[in-house]
């Protein structure tokens, strides 16, 4: 079969059908996109997508890649997982007699813990960004603990929220010594 590229209704055909073939192959990589997203960041993809567009989102998610990417994080000494692990246990015993206090020092041990890590001293914010790259599964428990913890600062969190939330450091302190980093 020949094509008479001299006739305007047969250029005008290719030229639609590579249009299409192209919108096609767009729609297909933005499809694997979105998939590779979700997957990598769980329930933080579609919280980070309802706050500012899936465009944007994608955006926000791979340049969070990016920074991480760029961090040198790294596995716990031994003594260290060792320091952290008493830690945790003085806290966890003092959350009967002073909850609020324990979940305050609960919060700044997993911040050093993250430092330990090699996660960069910043804000909660910035640590949540930074932890939902590779630890996209306890993210929501990680965002309500905080969340109780800055609600008791004002007095607003009852003591079965503080306990939940305590669990919930838990899990995310469990992971965060436990876990090793995949060498890059």
Known sequence: MQFDFSNPVTVAVVVGIVLLILIVIGVILQSRKKSRLRERFGSEYDRTVSEVGADKAHARLERRE??????????????????????????????????????????????????????????????????????????????SAHAVMVRSGRGEASTEELRTAMIRYRGLFDELVGTAVVAR
């Open 66 to 143: 990016a920074e991480v990417e760029k961090l040198k994080l790294r596995e716990l000494l031994p003594a260290q997982r060792d320091r952290f692990m008493a830690d945790w246990t003085s806290v966890q015993a003092r959350f009967v007699d002073h909850p609020k206090g324990a979940l305050i020092e609960a919060d700044e041990l997993v911040t050093a813990l993250l430092q330990a890590r090699g996660y960069p001293a910043t804000s909660f914010e910035q640590n949540a960004e930074h932890l939902s790259v590779s630890h996209a599964g306890i993210m929501e428990d990680f965002r």
